[in-house]
């Protein structure tokens, strides 16, 4: 029984070992490795920019992230017709900057290439994009309003009555025939902004209220002073904006 059990605890030991190797190895081939730190600053890339990261072929890219993929270090977003890669959890970031601590070596921010009236607010068909948006939707998970649950958002008790107390109707919006709630990527910031029924009438309410205006000419919304104001009292917490 003794030499069973021994016989077990090694082929375990084993695996781990193997697993462990694989992971290392997937994270020390170079140009892996610039994609992976690349997406430390929370932003999702695409292939082709993740290959120019890298500095390697497209389709030498869609190997190196089909193994990264495989490894569990990265996951896919579909938005449209475009496909975005992150990282795959807290996990991963937090293995890398401990190696980039131990290699002594810093990473570059990301620099987005929107242009400015474009990267603070803007629709994204019917809901609000930018970097407003965003802050929107980290505030509304960091204050447990909402938690993502395969790929979609679910409302908390907390967050459907502050919702209601805003002025919207969460059983009508529930009634929609389309999604109630999402994550919804965000073009300039790679991060995602708030979709669905919800984000759609969180952008009505937005303009009914003043915290945005519409710009006739363009998807860009304005975010006066005073809206800003107002928007950040009647969310309460939400101190990012």
Same mark, same amino acid.
């Given at each position: 029984?003794?030499?069973?059990?021994?016989?077990?605890?090694?082929?375990?030991?084993?695996?781990?070992?193997?697993?462990?190797?694989?992971?290392?190895?997937?994270?020390?081939?170079?140009?892996?490795?610039?994609?992976?730190?690349?997406?430390?600053?929370?932003?999702?890339?695409?292939?082709?920019?993740?290959?120019?990261?890298?500095?390697?072929?497209?389709?030498?890219?869609?190997?190196?992230?089909?193994?990264?993929?495989?490894?569990?270090?990265?996951?896919?977003?579909?938005?449209?017709?475009?496909?975005? %890669?992150?990282?795959?959890? =807290?996990? &991963? @970031?937090? !293995? *890398?900057?401990?190696?980039? /601590?131990? $290699? #002594?070596?810093?990473?570059?921010?990301?620099?987005?290439?929107?242009?400015?009236?474009?990267?603070?607010?803007?629709?994204? %068909?019917?809901?609000?994009? =930018?970097? &407003? @948006?965003? !802050? *929107?939707?980290?505030?509304? /998970?960091? $204050? #447990?309003?909402?938690?993502?649950?395969?790929?979609?958002?679910?409302?908390?008790?907390?967050?459907?009555?502050?919702?209601?107390?805003?002025?919207?109707?969460?059983?009508?919006?529930?009634?929609?025939?389309?999604?109630?709630?999402?994550?919804?990527?965000?073009?300039?910031?790679?991060?995602?902004?708030?979709?669905?029924?919800?984000?759609?009438?969180?952008?009505?309410?937005?303009?009914?209220?003043?915290?945005?205006?519409?710009?006739?000419?363009?998807?860009?919304?304005?975010?006066?002073?005073?809206?800003?104001?107002?928007?950040?009292?009647?969310?309460?917490?939400?101190?990012?904006?």
């Amino acid at each position: 029984m003794d030499a069973a059990r021994s016989h077990a605890d090694t082929d375990t030991d084993s695996d781990t070992d193997g697993r462990l190797a694989r992971i290392a190895a997937a994270i020390a081939e170079p140009a892996r490795t610039r994609m992976l730190c690349s997406l430390l600053d929370g932003h999702a890339r695409t292939s082709t920019e993740l290959s120019a990261v890298a500095g390697v072929s497209p389709s030498t890219a869609s190997a190196h992230l089909a193994r990264l993929q495989e490894d569990g270090l990265l996951r896919q977003l579909a938005q449209g017709r475009h496909r975005y %890669y992150s990282l795959a959890g =807290g996990e &991963v @970031a937090a !293995a *890398l900057e401990a190696l980039l /601590v131990v $290699a #002594g070596v810093r990473r570059a921010p990301f620099q987005p290439r929107t242009p400015d009236r474009l990267r603070e607010a803007r629709t994204c %068909y019917d809901h609000m994009a =930018g970097t &407003v @948006a965003v !802050a *929107l939707n980290d505030g509304f /998970v960091a $204050a #447990g309003w909402l938690a993502e649950h395969d790929g979609e958002y679910i409302l908390s008790a907390e967050g459907e009555e502050r919702f209601a107390a805003l002025g919207l109707d969460i059983p009508a919006l529930r009634r929609q025939r389309r999604r109630f709630a999402c994550p919804c990527l965000d073009w300039s910031e790679r991060r995602p902004h708030l979709g669905g029924a919800l984000g759609a009438a969180l952008l009505a309410l937005a303009l009914r209220q003043g915290w945005v205006e519409q710009d006739l000419d363009s998807r860009a919304l304005a975010v006066p002073p005073a809206g800003r104001r107002r928007m950040q009292a009647a969310l309460g917490q939400l101190d990012a904006l």
